[in-house]
């Protein structure tokens, strides 16, 4: 049974610099590209960043890019993803995902197995 677990979220102040985390067990970490994704109220799940099971091309949604990194330790089974400059409007539920099969990097329909969420705010 493949379990996904994300860690980290927090309340901040506009410009914190949160970090993210999610592990992965019962499937062979390495062999899979994954995804972070957050989720607004009301809203479909949207894709955040991408990175392949070598840890290389990571891909990151426009809103996002240059202010978050995303990385993994394929050795601990650890992904990340380093958020700095946040805004009120990064404010949501991230999920971590795993088991892309095919289709787009940041699109959710390609990945088979999920985390439960972990909140972030942004707030002054």
């Known amino acids: 049974q493949v379990q996904v677990v994300e860690s980290g979220g927090t309340s901040v102040q506009p410009g914190g610099s949160p970090r993210l985390s999610c592990t992965v067990s019962?499937?062979?970490?390495?062999?899979?590209?994954m995804g972070w994704f957050r989720q607004y109220p009301g809203k479909e799940r949207e894709g955040v960043s991408s990175i392949s099971g070598s840890g290389f091309t990571p891909s990151y949604a426009d809103s996002v890019k240059g202010r978050f990194t995303i990385s993994r330790d394929n050795a601990k089974n650890i992904l990340s993803l380093q958020m700095n400059s946040l805004r009120a409007e990064d404010t949501a539920i991230y999920y971590c995902?795993?088991?892309?099969?095919?289709?787009?990097?940041?699109?959710?329909?390609?990945?088979?197995?999920w985390g439960q969420g972990t909140q972030v705010t942004v707030s002054s």
């Open positions: 995902a795993t088991g892309f099969n095919h289709g787009g990097w940041l699109d959710p329909r390609s990945y088979p197995y």
């Open positions: 019962g499937l062979k970490f390495d062999n899979y590209r």
